[in-house]
Protein backbone atom coordinates (compact mmCIF):
# COMPACT_ATOMS: atom_id res chain seq x y z
CA UNK A 1 0.00 0.00 0.00
CA UNK A 2 1.27 3.56 -0.86
CA UNK A 3 1.88 5.61 1.75
CA UNK A 4 1.11 9.08 0.93
CA UNK A 5 2.54 11.90 3.59
CA UNK A 6 -0.39 14.95 4.04
CA UNK A 7 0.74 18.10 4.77
CA UNK A 8 -0.93 20.93 5.33
CA UNK A 9 -1.78 23.69 7.79
CA UNK A 10 -5.08 23.73 10.18
CA UNK A 11 -6.87 27.11 10.44
CA UNK A 12 -7.56 27.59 14.97
CA UNK A 13 -11.03 26.86 15.90
CA UNK A 14 -13.19 30.44 15.46
CA UNK A 15 -12.80 30.86 19.51
CA UNK A 16 -8.93 30.09 19.34
CA UNK A 17 -8.60 33.90 17.53
CA UNK A 18 -9.87 35.73 20.23
CA UNK A 19 -7.77 37.68 22.27
CA UNK A 20 -7.25 35.40 25.16
CA UNK A 21 -5.97 32.71 22.80
CA UNK A 22 -4.09 35.52 21.04
CA UNK A 23 -1.93 36.32 24.28
CA UNK A 24 -1.47 32.48 24.85
CA UNK A 25 0.02 32.11 21.56
CA UNK A 26 1.84 35.42 21.04
CA UNK A 27 5.10 33.70 21.09
CA UNK A 28 4.08 32.25 17.57
CA UNK A 29 4.80 34.69 14.99
CA UNK A 30 1.23 34.62 12.66
CA UNK A 31 1.40 33.22 9.36
CA UNK A 32 2.88 35.75 6.92
CA UNK A 33 3.89 38.65 9.33
CA UNK A 34 7.56 39.66 10.14
CA UNK A 35 5.78 40.79 13.71
CA UNK A 36 5.96 37.54 15.85
CA UNK A 37 4.87 38.12 19.39
CA UNK A 38 5.02 42.00 18.51
CA UNK A 39 2.21 41.71 16.13
CA UNK A 40 -0.10 39.19 18.06
CA UNK A 41 -0.09 41.84 20.57
CA UNK A 42 -0.43 45.07 18.84
CA UNK A 43 -3.28 43.31 17.53
CA UNK A 44 -4.80 43.12 21.06
CA UNK A 45 -4.46 46.89 21.08
CA UNK A 46 -5.22 47.72 17.17
CA UNK A 47 -6.85 44.61 15.79
CA UNK A 48 -6.03 44.03 12.25
CA UNK A 49 -8.91 43.22 9.61
CA UNK A 50 -9.57 39.04 10.63
CA UNK A 51 -7.74 37.69 8.03
CA UNK A 52 -4.72 36.26 9.57
CA UNK A 53 -5.25 32.50 9.32
CA UNK A 54 -7.28 33.11 6.21
CA UNK A 55 -5.10 31.13 4.08
CA UNK A 56 -5.00 28.03 6.25
CA UNK A 57 -7.22 25.65 5.77
CA UNK A 58 -10.03 24.57 8.05
CA UNK A 59 -10.58 20.98 9.37
CA UNK A 60 -13.37 19.70 7.37
CA UNK A 61 -10.99 21.01 3.50
CA UNK A 62 -8.32 18.81 5.38
CA UNK A 63 -10.58 16.04 5.99
CA UNK A 64 -11.90 15.69 2.62
CA UNK A 65 -8.82 16.03 1.25
CA UNK A 66 -7.44 12.88 3.37
CA UNK A 67 -10.57 11.08 2.29
CA UNK A 68 -9.72 11.40 -1.41
CA UNK A 69 -6.30 10.37 -0.57
CA UNK A 70 -6.95 7.42 1.41
CA UNK A 71 -8.64 6.08 -2.24
CA UNK A 72 -4.62 5.67 -3.01
CA UNK A 73 -3.19 4.60 -0.73
CA UNK A 74 -2.28 4.85 3.49
CA UNK A 75 -2.72 8.45 4.61
CA UNK A 76 -0.06 9.95 7.13
CA UNK A 77 -1.22 13.03 8.56
CA UNK A 78 1.69 15.15 8.67
CA UNK A 79 0.83 18.81 10.06
CA UNK A 80 3.06 21.55 8.90
CA UNK A 81 4.18 22.48 12.44
CA UNK A 82 7.51 23.04 14.02
CA UNK A 83 7.78 19.13 14.10
CA UNK A 84 7.30 18.66 10.58
CA UNK A 85 11.05 17.71 9.62
CA UNK A 86 11.23 14.91 12.44
CA UNK A 87 7.93 13.29 11.47
CA UNK A 88 8.38 13.55 7.47
CA UNK A 89 12.14 11.77 8.73
CA UNK A 90 10.11 9.02 10.74
CA UNK A 91 7.45 8.48 8.51
CA UNK A 92 9.03 8.48 5.33
CA UNK A 93 6.06 8.14 3.26
CA UNK A 94 6.23 7.24 -0.04
CA UNK A 95 4.88 10.63 -1.51
CA UNK A 96 3.93 14.10 0.07
CA UNK A 97 0.69 15.51 -0.77
CA UNK A 98 1.00 19.22 0.31
CA UNK A 99 -1.21 21.71 0.63
CA UNK A 100 0.88 23.36 3.78
CA UNK A 101 0.51 27.21 3.45
CA UNK A 102 3.33 27.68 5.65
CA UNK A 103 4.08 29.48 9.01
CA UNK A 104 6.05 32.72 8.63
CA UNK A 105 7.86 34.90 5.73
CA UNK A 106 7.64 35.81 2.85
CA UNK A 107 8.63 32.32 1.48
CA UNK A 108 6.27 30.40 4.11
CA UNK A 109 4.91 28.59 1.06
CA UNK A 110 8.42 26.48 0.26
CA UNK A 111 9.04 25.34 3.65
CA UNK A 112 7.40 22.34 3.23
CA UNK A 113 8.54 21.14 -0.28
CA UNK A 114 11.89 22.26 0.64
CA UNK A 115 12.08 19.98 3.73
CA UNK A 116 10.65 17.08 1.29
CA UNK A 117 13.57 17.88 -0.92
CA UNK A 118 16.04 17.50 1.82
CA UNK A 119 14.71 14.24 3.16
CA UNK A 120 14.66 13.09 -0.67
CA UNK A 121 10.68 12.23 -0.56
CA UNK A 122 8.57 12.71 -3.47
CA UNK A 123 5.75 15.73 -3.17
CA UNK A 124 3.04 16.71 -4.56
CA UNK A 125 2.94 20.67 -6.74
CA UNK A 126 5.09 22.88 -7.82
CA UNK A 127 9.11 23.43 -6.29
CA UNK A 128 10.12 25.73 -3.00
CA UNK A 129 11.23 27.94 -6.28
CA UNK A 130 7.58 27.79 -8.06
CA UNK A 131 5.96 28.51 -4.27
CA UNK A 132 8.15 31.35 -3.56
CA UNK A 133 7.82 32.97 -6.37
CA UNK A 134 4.06 33.09 -6.75
CA UNK A 135 4.10 34.54 -3.36
CA UNK A 136 5.55 37.34 -4.32
CA UNK A 137 3.62 39.06 -6.97
CA UNK A 138 6.27 41.70 -8.26
CA UNK A 139 8.88 38.83 -9.25
CA UNK A 140 6.18 36.99 -10.45
CA UNK A 141 5.09 40.13 -12.84
CA UNK A 142 8.84 40.74 -13.50
CA UNK A 143 9.08 36.63 -14.68
CA UNK A 144 5.84 37.01 -17.24
CA UNK A 145 7.16 40.62 -18.16
CA UNK A 146 10.47 38.84 -19.68
CA UNK A 147 8.58 35.97 -21.10
CA UNK A 148 5.93 38.40 -23.07
CA UNK A 149 3.33 36.97 -21.00
CA UNK A 150 0.48 40.21 -20.68
CA UNK A 151 0.78 41.56 -16.79
CA UNK A 152 -0.62 45.04 -15.88
CA UNK A 153 2.33 47.52 -15.80
CA UNK A 154 3.35 47.99 -11.82
CA UNK A 155 5.59 49.72 -9.95
CA UNK A 156 6.77 48.48 -6.13
CA UNK A 157 6.77 50.82 -2.57
CA UNK A 158 9.11 48.82 -0.91
CA UNK A 159 8.64 51.61 2.15
CA UNK A 160 6.99 54.82 3.35
CA UNK A 161 9.79 56.86 1.78
CA UNK A 162 9.30 55.30 -1.67
CA UNK A 163 5.77 56.68 -1.77
CA UNK A 164 6.59 60.10 -3.02
CA UNK A 165 8.84 59.03 -5.61
CA UNK A 166 6.07 56.78 -6.69
CA UNK A 167 3.55 59.30 -6.99
CA UNK A 168 5.90 61.48 -8.45
CA UNK A 169 6.30 59.30 -11.12
CA UNK A 170 3.59 60.11 -13.95
CA UNK A 171 1.34 57.07 -13.89
CA UNK A 172 -1.85 57.49 -14.94
CA UNK A 173 -4.82 56.90 -12.16
CA UNK A 174 -6.87 54.56 -10.73
CA UNK A 175 -4.26 52.16 -9.85
CA UNK A 176 -4.72 49.21 -7.73
CA UNK A 177 -2.56 48.57 -4.48
CA UNK A 178 -1.87 44.90 -2.93
CA UNK A 179 0.70 43.58 -0.27
CA UNK A 180 3.17 42.19 -2.80
CA UNK A 181 3.22 38.51 -0.90
CA UNK A 182 -0.30 37.62 0.54
CA UNK A 183 -2.96 35.19 -0.82
CA UNK A 184 -6.60 34.98 0.52
CA UNK A 185 -7.38 38.47 -0.58
CA UNK A 186 -5.24 39.62 2.78
CA UNK A 187 -5.32 43.03 2.31
CA UNK A 188 -7.19 43.44 -0.37
CA UNK A 189 -10.57 45.47 0.30
CA UNK A 190 -12.81 47.88 -1.74
CA UNK A 191 -10.38 50.98 -0.62
CA UNK A 192 -7.19 49.33 -2.90
CA UNK A 193 -8.40 51.31 -5.38
CA UNK A 194 -6.59 54.82 -5.97
CA UNK A 195 -8.07 57.04 -7.96
CA UNK A 196 -5.04 59.77 -7.42
CA UNK A 197 -2.14 60.87 -5.72
CA UNK A 198 -3.44 61.71 -2.22
CA UNK A 199 -5.81 58.54 -2.47
CA UNK A 200 -2.73 55.90 -3.32
CA UNK A 201 -0.79 57.44 -0.96
CA UNK A 202 -2.73 56.71 1.86
CA UNK A 203 -3.70 53.39 1.11
CA UNK A 204 -0.05 52.36 0.82
CA UNK A 205 0.78 54.12 3.63
CA UNK A 206 -1.93 51.46 5.50
CA UNK A 207 -0.93 48.81 3.78
CA UNK A 208 3.04 48.90 4.38
CA UNK A 209 2.05 49.31 7.79
CA UNK A 210 -0.45 46.87 8.09
CA UNK A 211 1.25 44.01 6.45
CA UNK A 212 4.79 45.17 6.94
CA UNK A 213 5.88 44.27 3.21
CA UNK A 214 6.26 46.49 0.24
CA UNK A 215 3.30 46.66 -1.75
CA UNK A 216 2.62 46.82 -5.40
CA UNK A 217 0.66 49.79 -7.35
CA UNK A 218 -0.26 48.53 -10.39
CA UNK A 219 -3.15 49.93 -13.21
CA UNK A 220 -5.83 48.77 -12.43
CA UNK A 221 -7.71 46.84 -14.94
CA UNK A 222 -11.12 47.34 -16.13
CA UNK A 223 -12.28 44.80 -17.82
CA UNK A 224 -14.32 41.17 -16.78
CA UNK A 225 -12.64 38.84 -14.59
CA UNK A 226 -12.04 34.89 -14.93
CA UNK A 227 -10.04 32.48 -13.15
CA UNK A 228 -8.60 29.14 -14.04
CA UNK A 229 -7.85 26.03 -12.49
CA UNK A 230 -5.02 24.15 -14.16
CA UNK A 231 -4.04 20.55 -14.26
CA UNK A 232 -1.16 18.16 -15.23
CA UNK A 233 1.92 18.81 -16.74
CA UNK A 234 4.03 19.28 -20.10
CA UNK A 235 1.96 18.61 -23.28
CA UNK A 236 -0.58 17.33 -20.88
CA UNK A 237 -1.41 20.81 -18.58
CA UNK A 238 -5.12 21.57 -19.56
CA UNK A 239 -7.36 24.46 -18.58
CA UNK A 240 -10.18 23.53 -16.79
CA UNK A 241 -13.45 25.13 -17.52
CA UNK A 242 -13.34 28.98 -17.16
CA UNK A 243 -14.95 30.84 -14.30
CA UNK A 244 -16.10 33.76 -15.04
CA UNK A 245 -16.89 36.75 -12.31
CA UNK A 246 -20.51 38.67 -12.30
CA UNK A 247 -19.94 41.21 -10.38
CA UNK A 248 -23.26 42.68 -10.91
CA UNK A 249 -23.96 39.71 -8.07
CA UNK A 250 -22.40 42.29 -5.36
CA UNK A 251 -23.86 44.69 -3.48
CA UNK A 252 -24.90 47.63 -5.03
CA UNK A 253 -22.22 50.58 -5.65
CA UNK A 254 -19.72 47.78 -4.75
CA UNK A 255 -16.24 47.98 -6.90
CA UNK A 256 -15.70 44.98 -9.28
CA UNK A 257 -13.33 42.73 -8.01
CA UNK A 258 -13.24 39.60 -5.68
CA UNK A 259 -11.16 40.98 -2.92
CA UNK A 260 -11.64 40.40 0.91
CA UNK A 261 -15.22 41.53 1.70
CA UNK A 262 -16.80 39.59 -1.50
CA UNK A 263 -14.91 36.36 -0.64
CA UNK A 264 -15.17 36.07 3.20
CA UNK A 265 -18.12 38.59 3.74
CA UNK A 266 -20.17 38.48 1.37
CA UNK A 267 -20.41 35.27 0.19
CA UNK A 268 -21.40 33.16 3.06
CA UNK A 269 -22.55 29.46 2.51
CA UNK A 270 -25.78 30.07 3.81
CA UNK A 271 -26.17 33.00 1.34
CA UNK A 272 -23.98 31.82 -1.19
CA UNK A 273 -23.03 35.16 -3.96
CA UNK A 274 -24.26 34.23 -7.54
CA UNK A 275 -21.01 35.65 -8.69
CA UNK A 276 -19.80 32.94 -11.08
CA UNK A 277 -20.38 31.09 -14.00
CA UNK A 278 -18.74 27.90 -15.05
CA UNK A 279 -18.05 27.39 -18.05
CA UNK A 280 -18.14 31.14 -18.28
CA UNK A 281 -20.37 32.60 -21.01
CA UNK A 282 -17.59 33.82 -23.55
CA UNK A 283 -16.65 33.77 -27.24
CA UNK A 284 -14.11 30.85 -28.20
CA UNK A 285 -11.63 33.53 -29.54
CA UNK A 286 -11.74 34.88 -25.82
CA UNK A 287 -11.21 31.74 -24.27
CA UNK A 288 -8.41 30.56 -26.33
CA UNK A 289 -6.81 33.83 -25.54
CA UNK A 290 -7.15 33.09 -21.88
CA UNK A 291 -6.21 29.72 -22.15
CA UNK A 292 -3.27 30.47 -24.44
CA UNK A 293 -2.07 32.89 -21.97
CA UNK A 294 -2.73 30.72 -18.30
CA UNK A 295 -0.53 27.93 -19.82
CA UNK A 296 2.21 30.01 -20.60
CA UNK A 297 2.29 31.57 -17.08
CA UNK A 298 2.16 28.05 -15.82
CA UNK A 299 4.85 27.07 -18.08
CA UNK A 300 7.14 30.12 -17.23
CA UNK A 301 6.62 30.45 -13.47
CA UNK A 302 7.52 26.01 -13.38
CA UNK A 303 3.85 25.30 -12.18
CA UNK A 304 3.25 21.63 -11.73
CA UNK A 305 0.54 19.32 -11.26
CA UNK A 306 -1.58 21.86 -10.68
CA UNK A 307 -2.47 25.84 -10.19
CA UNK A 308 -5.51 28.37 -10.29
CA UNK A 309 -4.70 31.54 -12.42
CA UNK A 310 -6.44 34.94 -12.22
CA UNK A 311 -7.10 37.33 -15.02
CA UNK A 312 -8.72 40.39 -15.94
CA UNK A 313 -9.10 41.96 -19.65
CA UNK A 314 -7.24 45.12 -19.85
CA UNK A 315 -9.42 48.60 -21.10
CA UNK A 316 -8.29 46.82 -24.41
CA UNK A 317 -9.90 43.91 -23.96
CA UNK A 318 -6.67 41.57 -23.85
CA UNK A 319 -6.26 38.81 -20.96
CA UNK A 320 -3.69 39.98 -18.73
CA UNK A 321 -2.39 37.51 -15.70
CA UNK A 322 -3.47 39.06 -11.99
CA UNK A 323 -1.34 36.34 -9.91
CA UNK A 324 -1.19 32.75 -10.28
CA UNK A 325 -1.75 30.50 -7.43
CA UNK A 326 0.67 26.85 -7.22
CA UNK A 327 -1.40 26.23 -4.40
CA UNK A 328 -4.99 26.94 -4.92
CA UNK A 329 -8.06 26.85 -2.65
CA UNK A 330 -9.75 23.92 -2.71
CA UNK A 331 -12.63 24.37 -0.26
CA UNK A 332 -15.04 20.88 -0.78
CA UNK A 333 -18.75 22.22 0.07
CA UNK A 334 -19.67 23.17 -3.39
CA UNK A 335 -21.47 25.98 -0.93
CA UNK A 336 -18.07 27.68 -0.33
CA UNK A 337 -17.77 28.73 -3.89
CA UNK A 338 -14.17 27.90 -3.93
CA UNK A 339 -12.80 28.19 -7.72
CA UNK A 340 -10.62 24.94 -8.48
CA UNK A 341 -13.01 22.46 -7.50
CA UNK A 342 -15.85 24.04 -8.81
CA UNK A 343 -13.92 24.30 -12.53
CA UNK A 344 -13.12 20.49 -11.86
CA UNK A 345 -16.68 19.86 -11.47
CA UNK A 346 -17.68 21.71 -14.80
CA UNK A 347 -14.77 19.35 -16.53
CA UNK A 348 -16.60 16.29 -14.95
CA UNK A 349 -14.11 15.71 -11.87
CA UNK A 350 -16.04 15.24 -8.26
CA UNK A 351 -13.90 16.59 -5.93
CA UNK A 352 -12.00 13.02 -4.69
CA UNK A 353 -10.94 13.07 -8.62
CA UNK A 354 -9.69 16.57 -8.67
CA UNK A 355 -7.33 15.78 -5.73
CA UNK A 356 -6.51 12.09 -7.24
CA UNK A 357 -5.67 13.93 -10.21
CA UNK A 358 -2.95 15.95 -8.84
CA UNK A 359 -1.39 13.14 -6.77
CA UNK A 360 -1.32 11.33 -9.70
CA UNK A 361 0.12 14.06 -11.85
CA UNK A 362 2.80 14.18 -8.80
CA UNK A 363 3.16 10.48 -8.69
CA UNK A 364 3.88 10.03 -12.31
CA UNK A 365 6.43 12.74 -12.77
CA UNK A 366 7.79 11.31 -9.79
CA UNK A 367 7.76 7.34 -10.81
CA UNK A 368 5.85 6.90 -7.23
CA UNK A 369 3.15 3.72 -7.80
CA UNK A 370 0.33 4.48 -6.52
CA UNK A 371 -1.79 1.82 -4.73
CA UNK A 372 -5.22 0.83 -5.72
CA UNK A 373 -8.54 2.55 -4.58
CA UNK A 374 -10.35 0.86 -1.37
N1 LIG B 1 -4.49 45.22 -11.16
C1 LIG B 1 -5.74 44.91 -10.79
N2 LIG B 1 -6.78 45.46 -11.44
C2 LIG B 1 -8.06 45.16 -11.09
N3 LIG B 1 -8.38 44.34 -10.09
C3 LIG B 1 -7.38 43.76 -9.42
C4 LIG B 1 -6.01 44.00 -9.72
N4 LIG B 1 -5.26 43.25 -8.88
C5 LIG B 1 -6.13 42.59 -8.08
N5 LIG B 1 -7.40 42.89 -8.40
C6 LIG B 1 -8.63 42.38 -7.76
O1 LIG B 1 -8.32 41.94 -6.46
C7 LIG B 1 -8.58 40.53 -6.36
C8 LIG B 1 -7.56 39.91 -5.45
O2 LIG B 1 -6.26 40.13 -5.99
P1 LIG B 1 -5.21 38.96 -6.07
O3 LIG B 1 -5.78 37.86 -6.86
O4 LIG B 1 -3.91 39.52 -6.49
O5 LIG B 1 -5.12 38.60 -4.51
P2 LIG B 1 -5.01 37.27 -3.69
O6 LIG B 1 -5.29 37.63 -2.31
O7 LIG B 1 -3.68 36.63 -3.95
O8 LIG B 1 -6.12 36.36 -4.28
P3 LIG B 1 -6.43 34.81 -4.03
O9 LIG B 1 -7.52 34.77 -3.04
O10 LIG B 1 -6.87 34.42 -5.40
O11 LIG B 1 -5.17 34.17 -3.57
C9 LIG B 1 -8.54 40.01 -7.78
O12 LIG B 1 -9.29 38.83 -7.91
C10 LIG B 1 -9.16 41.18 -8.53
O13 LIG B 1 -10.57 41.18 -8.44
MG1 LIG C 1 -6.30 35.97 -6.62
Not at 19 to 40: I, K, M, Q, V
Not at 230 to 254: E, Q
Request: proline share 7%; net charge negative; aromatic share 6%.
Amino acid sequence: MTRIGFAYNQKPEPEATDAAAELSRADEEPPSSAGGAHAAVAALVAPAPDDEFAEWDAAETIDAVARALARHGEVIRLEARDDFPERLRAERPDIVFNIAEGLRGPNREAHVPAICEFYGVPYSGSDPFTLALCLDKARTKEILRANDVPTADWMLVRSAGDIDAVVARRWSFPVFAKPVHEGSSKGITERNLAADADALRAIVGDLLERYQQPVLVEDFLPGSEFTCGVLGNGAAARVLPIVGMNFDALPAGALPIYGFEAKWLWDRPENPLEIFSCPARISDVLRAEIEHVVLRAYDVLGCRDWSRVDVRLDANGRANIVEVNPLPGILPDPADNSCLPKAARAAGLDYDALIGAALEAAAARQGVQLGSAR
